[in-house]
């Protein structure tokens, strides 16, 4: 499968890399490169394009602008966004299953992104990625309000998961596990990123590995193996002595 793509960089040493690194994914052929946003959609409309490299920052109007754009289109291209800065918008990409690069490139986590990107084409997803980039940008356009869902990728798809859903999340490495009513879901992002975008007040930590909803906490106790709490739900928890105070405090 020729998988169309357009580089968005207002700096040429940044578009050369990438188009020199691109040479070894022989499937994929370049359709454009563009100095900014004008350049961008003045391509876009000329053209059919299944991939947009775009760099979030550019003098005039910034990739996230161009961004919110595509996402409106009735089926957008791909977005993998490529950036030098802000942690905080990492964990945005990561909470919508939006792909980045970071400045300078990795030819190992460009050739991830670039699987990543096929596997969504050869699923058909445009429709639902197009939902992910929207919620992105205006998530960016609320000030950083906390995420209302997380958008989970898995072998090619993505899948929203509403935030008011989750009971609990536990740790499994570089995962965590959402843990709804019916099923558990995992997505790629550390525990302790995800806790600091939840929103504040819904959630408490009771173990390193596991944070629970408030609303879900029905009664603690203490035996020789330490604390453990129920949920409403009916499942036990185990809660580490450290978070015992602040959990008190919650019931």
Not at 150 to 161: A, H, N, T, Y
Not at 236 to 245: C, F, Q
Request: with cysteine; charged share 25%; glycine share 6%.
């Amino acid at each position: 499968m020729s998988i169309r793509y357009l580089i968005v960089d207002d700096e040429m040493p940044g578009r050369l890399n990438l188009r020199l690194a691109m040479g070894a994914h022989p499937a994929w052929q370049l359709v454009a490169e563009c100095g900014g946003a004008a350049a961008a959609r003045t391509a876009l409309a000329a053209q059919s394009v299944d991939v947009v490299f775009l760099d979030v920052r550019m003098p005039g109007q910034s990739g996230l602008a161009l961004a919110r754009d595509i996402s409106r289109l009735p089926e957008p291209p791909l977005v993998i966004f490529v950036t030098a800065y802000s942690e905080h918008a990492i964990d945005a990409f990561e909470v919508h299953a939006l792909d980045y690069l970071l400045k300078p490139l990795d030819d190992a986590r460009l050739g991830q992104a670039v699987e990543r990107a096929a596997a969504m084409l050869e699923q058909r997803q445009r429709e639902a990625y197009g939902a992910a980039l929207r919620r992105f940008v205006e998530t960016d356009e609320k000030d950083k309000r906390p995420f209302e869902t997380i958008s989970v990728r898995s072998v090619g798809r993505i899948e929203q998961v509403a935030v008011g859903d989750i009971l609990r999340i536990e740790s499994a490495g570089n995962y965590v596990e959402l843990r709804l009513a019916q099923r558990t879901v995992l997505h790629r992002m550390p525990i302790s990123r995800l806790e600091s975008l939840l929103p504040p007040g819904d959630f408490l930590r009771v173990h390193r590995g596991t944070i629970v909803r408030r609303a879900q906490i029905a009664s603690l106790a203490s035996g020789d193996g330490g604390y453990s709490l129920r949920l409403r739900n009916g499942d036990m928890v185990a809660v580490s002595e450290r978070y015992v105070a602040a959990l008190k405090l919650a019931m």
